[in-house]
T-cell receptor, first 111, second 113 residues
Framework: DAKTTQPTSMDCAEGRAANLPCNHS???????VYWYRQIHSQGPQYIIH???NNETNEMASLIITEDRKSSTLILPHATLRDTAVYYC????????????FGTGTRLQVTL | DAGVTQSPTHLIKTRGQHVTLRCSPI?????VSWYQQVLGQGPQFIFQ???????GRGNFPDRFSARQFPNYSSELNVNALLLGDSALYLC????????????FGQGTRLTVV
């Protein structure tokens, strides 16, 4: 699986959009970008995934650059409950469900 | 519907002992994976089981073993516990072996003293 690079921490004001970047410059053509988050003392929670097109669901939007070497997770209206560690993961689908977590980005949403 | 359930939630063991952790997947899910999360790090993959067969193994010593039962629940066993085995052990279930989305339990916090 390709390696990902994320900032260690970010802050965001409540009600504003949180934009979390991820670099995956060695991503291959059949690898997807996944985002999970982990709220303190809980198990990781799936957010969204995509291959090359932008994706949106009820939780977030995922913007993938045309060369697929980076992506951005967007939480459109961050709340205090979005404070968590966000993990960007690259892996193939069609293979075993192994997820390779890095250290993630610690997002702190403040009043 | 119940999510992924793990037991126990917390456990304290002494060095050299063994431990068994249990996981019940979401109903209908046939794949179970185990992860170890040491404080301050992301989860690290240990095992994946699908249809009662091991489908993947991470870089962990042979002291770690697991199995999946006919009802798709799973056990993780760790023998000869070391202080470094202290961690949050997470179980994740998914519909298939190669499913796109994994659902995690709340984990078992193991402390080895």
């Amino acid at each position: 699986d390709a390696k990902t690079t994320q900032p260690t921490s970010m802050d965001c004001a409540e009600g504003r959009a949180a934009n979390l970047p991820c670099n995956h410059s060695t991503i291959s053509g059949n690898e997807y970008v996944y985002w999970y988050r982990q709220i303190h003392s809980q198990g990781p929670q799936y957010i969204i995934h995509g291959l090359k097109n932008n994706e949106t669901n009820e939780m977030a939007s995922l913007i993938i650059t045309e060369d697929r070497k980076s992506s951005t997770l967007i939480l459109p209206h961050a709340t205090l409950r979005d404070t968590a560690v966000y993990y960007c993961i690259v892996r193939e689908t069609g293979t075993a469900s192994k997820l390779t977590f890095g250290t993630g980005t610690r997002l702190q949403v403040t009043l | 519907d119940a999510g992924v359930t793990q037991s126990p939630t917390h456990l304290i063991k002494t060095r050299g002992q063994h431990v068994t952790l249990r996981c019940s997947p979401i109903s209908g899910h046939k794949s179970v994976s185990w992860y170890q999360q040491v404080l301050g790090q992301g989860p690290q993959f240990i095992f994946q089981y699908y249809e009662k067969e091991e489908r993947g193994r991470g870089n962990f010593p042979d002291r770690f073993s697991a199995r999946q039962f006919p009802n798709y629940s799973s056990e993780l066993n760790v023998n000869a516990l070391l202080l470094g085995d202290s961690a949050l052990y997470l179980c994740a279930s998914s519909l298939r072996g190669a499913a796109t989305e994994a659902f995690f339990g709340q984990g078992t916090r193991l402390t080895v003293v």
